[in-house]
């Protein structure tokens, strides 16, 4: 019981229920939906308490592939009647996250991935952009890891990963594009 009373957060014991919705679907959002939710959520829920500070919210929806202002992120707040909270609860920020997942445009939002690939505005995705962001990720990939990434990709055979080559490995992965940027520290 101790435990609870240390996380400061207003209804603690809503907040640690984040991790058995695990299974759970949500109204309107499949479950790789909600797992994306999680993962984005997750990314700043470092210590698992299952809040995240109101200041790391912008940072979580741009994960979820999403760019929102300070004003809406305040009307968002305002929705779930949390405008005078320092801190956002899971089930909360899955409310606030479910109408933006249910109207976004697939190509749009992959698209939208591949600019933050592409911070040279290049138009294609070279070894050393795909090499940054695995590095910002913390993924530990070789070289000849992410070499072979843009190898699998690259149906042109420039050596880089256009839009159009990354929408259809985006897609042919599944409905999560980012499903597959795990590590390789699993068993197989």
């Not at 200041?55 to 009307?75: M, P, S």
């Not at 070499?147 to 990963?161: K, S």
């Amino acid at each position: 019981m101790a435990a609870r009373s240390r996380f400061g957060v207003e209804n603690g014991s809503r907040a640690l229920r984040a991790p058995a919705a695990r299974g759970r679907k949500r109204a309107g959002l499949s479950e790789e939906e909600m797992e994306e939710i999680r993962e984005a959520f997750n990314l700043f829920d470092t210590e698992g308490k299952g809040v995240i500070d109101i200041k790391e919210l912008k940072a979580a929806f741009r994960a979820l592939g999403f760019q929102v202002k300070k004003a809406e992120i305040r009307r968002m707040m305002q929705d779930v009647d949390k405008e005078t909270s320092a801190t956002v609860l899971f089930d909360d920020f899955v409310e606030m996250a479910t109408p933006k997942l249910q109207s976004r445009d697939t190509r749009e939002e992959i698209m939208k991935v591949f600019a933050l690939f592409d911070d040279d505005s290049t138009g294609a995705i070279s070894f050393r952009n795909l090499k940054r962001v695995a590095n910002e990720l913390g993924e530990n990939l070789t070289d000849e890891e992410l070499q072979e990434m843009i190898d699998e990709a690259d149906r042109d055979g420039d050596g880089m990963i256009n839009e159009d080559e990354f929408f259809r490995v985006m897609k042919k992965r599944g409905d999560n594009p980012l499903d597959d940027l795990s590590s390789d520290d699993d068993d197989f």
